[in-house]
């Protein structure tokens, strides 16, 4: 028979301000046998135990199993209730991930998985375990089923869990295996990429190989694994990645008050997401993502589902993900306010504006990979080339392979500069911004300028090629990008994005 656990506060180790530990669950040890069986190879012990969650809980809920030894395996499953509410109230929705016996403090090493709310079960054993969680030994000590309570209805959430162990030797470990920091290159050349994906490592529908197939045929010269709060994906890409597929890992970091990519970090690199902007929490694990080799990408930021919001500012960003999947209206609310941020840039000559990139959070299908994609001028197809060329802003967005951008500005005397790049010259120095465009019939060309939108094109031509070319200077224009959008039924709407690029800015700076 099941147990009910109440909400009864503990000291915990968790580090994290909202957060609560439950009872304990305590298995038998296997000398001691198990519902009447002797402990040998293969018994199994399991209890269930029970409990509610009342609105307005913390984020992250601990439930201890005191694991005894000589367990081979551990397998929770989980259900809760989903009662009907009103029209615009949350309903239930209840994550759940584990903690092993080195505890649950924030950032510390206890982590071995999580599934959000992708799973009503998983397992972890020495050899094996569910996607979403990291396979290793099953110690003695206490671990923590770790619950989140994303949303709760105003009933409250009831919840069940099941805790079955599995008794006996234990498998051999396997050791994880990485996909290379490098693939075979073209040189300084222009690279494409997507760095936000989802496998069925954590709430994807679609394996590794799969992604890797699709990312090859939208054209992805580079991806970056991302699966939310979790990195136990980083040792199932090695045989996905190839001379002709650079495979970056990261992850995720999918917290209550936004969601932020660790673009690139060194493997087997897990990165805490338990905490909001009011706990101070976020600039420790920025530094963290750097460290590991990575870069810190907000995702979303304008993204209108509950916790996606990004709510952390953006002094820790090396870049931001402006545009995520479909163009949709909160992508047109990032790019504007990205926008903005580039004219407040421009009080210290631009030197500490932040870089815009897209990808395409594919989950499942039909969501395309590579749609939309980052092209990048790197030095090579190498982690520390492309991520130079992301963090320089040398980049362009595009919502497909067919679309291809060169972008410069020039003086009359044969001084240029590219995307992501700066054109010294005097303020009064006539300059000319010059857009070839491949790949995008019926789109129009915008230049947009710290004062907004200061040329739009007429149509390019079903074919889709075209250059396009306007004169300014840098006191009328701080910075110059492009933007290419497909035609609108109407009105005065610009049109969805068919591609967009960092900015050119012009001048000495500040003078």
Same mark, same amino acid.
């Given at each position: 028979m099941g147990r009910r656990v109440g909400i009864r506060p503990r000291s915990h180790g968790s580090g994290a301000a909202a957060a609560l530990t439950l009872g304990s669950v305590s298995f038998a040890s296997a000398a001691e046998g198990t519902d009447g069986t002797d402990g040998t190879d293969g018994n199994q012990e399991t209890k269930t135990v029970r409990g509610t969650l009342p609105i307005g809980s913390p984020d992250f809920v601990y439930v201890p199993v005191e694991i005894p030894s000589g367990v081979r395996e551990i397998k929770v499953s989980y259900t809760y209730d989903k009662p009907s509410v009103p029209a615009g109230t949350p309903g239930n929705a209840l994550d759940i991930g584990i $903690?092993?016996?080195?505890?649950?403090?924030l950032g510390g090493k206890g982590f071995r998985g999580w599934s959000g709310g992708a799973r009503t079960e998983f397992f972890l054993r020495a050899d094996d375990a569910t996607p979403g969680y990291i396979p290793g030994p099953v110690?003695?000590?206490?671990?923590?089923i770790a619950l989140g309570p994303y949303t709760v209805s105003p009933q409250g959430l009831s919840y069940e869990i099941t805790v079955t162990l599995t008794y006996g030797e234990q498998g051999e470990a396997v050791r994880p295996t990485y996909p290379p920091v490098r693939a075979k290159g073209r040189g300084r050349a222009w690279y494409r990429g997507d760095c936000h994906l989802h496998s069925w490592y954590s709430d994807g529908r679609r394996t590794p190989a799969e992604i890797g197939a699709l990312a090859?045929?939208? =054209?992805?010269? $580079?991806?970056?694994?991302?699966?939310?709060n979790t990195h136990a994906a980083h040792a199932h890409w090695a045989d996905v990645a190839g001379d002709d597929l650079l495979v970056l890992t990261g992850e995720e970091v999918t917290t209550r008050n936004g969601h932020v990519l660790a673009l690139g970090t060194d493997p087997g690199t897990f990165v805490d997401w338990r905490y909001r902007a009011r706990d101070n929490r976020f600039g420790r694990f920025a530094g963290q993502i750097r460290r590991a080799g990575g870069l810190v990408v907000p995702a979303h930021p304008h993204a209108t589902c509950v916790g996606c919001n990004w709510k952390f500012g953006f002094g820790e960003a090396d870049a931001v993900e402006v545009w995520n999947g479909p163009y949709t209206p909160d992508d047109e609310v990032a790019l504007a306010d990205w926008d903005g941020m580039l004219v407040?840039?421009?009080?210290? =000559? =631009?030197r500490d504006w932040i870089p815009a990139m897209g990808n395409s959070d594919a989950h499942r299908a039909p969501d395309p990979v590579g749609s939309p994609q980052t092209v990048v001028l790197a030095d090579d197809l190498t982690r520390e080339a492309i991520q130079e060329g992301i963090r320089a802003g040398r980049s362009y967005v595009a919502e497909s392979k067919k679309v291809s951008l060169a972008f410069t500005v020039s003086d009359g005397r044969g001084e240029h500069a590219g995307i992501g790049e700066r054109l010294s010259v005097a303020r009064d120095t006539p300059v000319t911004a010059r857009l070839e465009v491949t790949g995008a019939p019926r789109c129009r060309v915008r230049f947009v300028t710290d004062q907004g939108v200061l040329f739009t094109s007429a149509p390019l031509p079903v074919a889709g090629s075209g250059v396009v070319e306007w004169r300014t200077t840098p006191s009328y224009a701080a910075y110059i990008r492009a933007e290419l959008r497909h035609e609108t039924a109407a009105g005065p709407l610009p049109g969805a994005l068919a591609a967009f690029t960092n900015p050119i800015f012009l001048g000495r700076g500040v003078e």
């Open positions: $903690f092993d016996e080195r505890g649950t403090e110690r003695e000590g206490t671990w923590h090859r045929a939208a =054209g992805l010269d $580079f991806i970056n694994t991302s699966e939310h407040a840039s421009v009080r210290d =000559g =631009g």
